[in-house]
């Protein structure tokens, strides 16, 4: 019984847990990347890894 009562008890914290993490993820508003494109001007060249 009282095993019962120990993992239905972990159970509920980490269904608590999961439902808060996902509650606070939802409201954070999305990180914005500072991304700026390059422009390689040099010819691609095929690397041969040798192993």
Do not use: Q
Not at 1 to 13: D, H, N, Q, W, Y
Request: hydrophobic content about 50%.
């Amino acid at each position: 019984m009282t095993k019962i009562a120990i993992v239905f008890l972990c159970f509920s914290l980490c269904g608590a847990g999961t439902f808060i993490v996902s509650a606070a993820h939802k409201e954070s508003e999305p990180r914005r990347m500072n991304v700026i494109p390059v422009k390689n001007r040099e010819i691609a060249r095929p690397v041969w890894v040798v192993t």
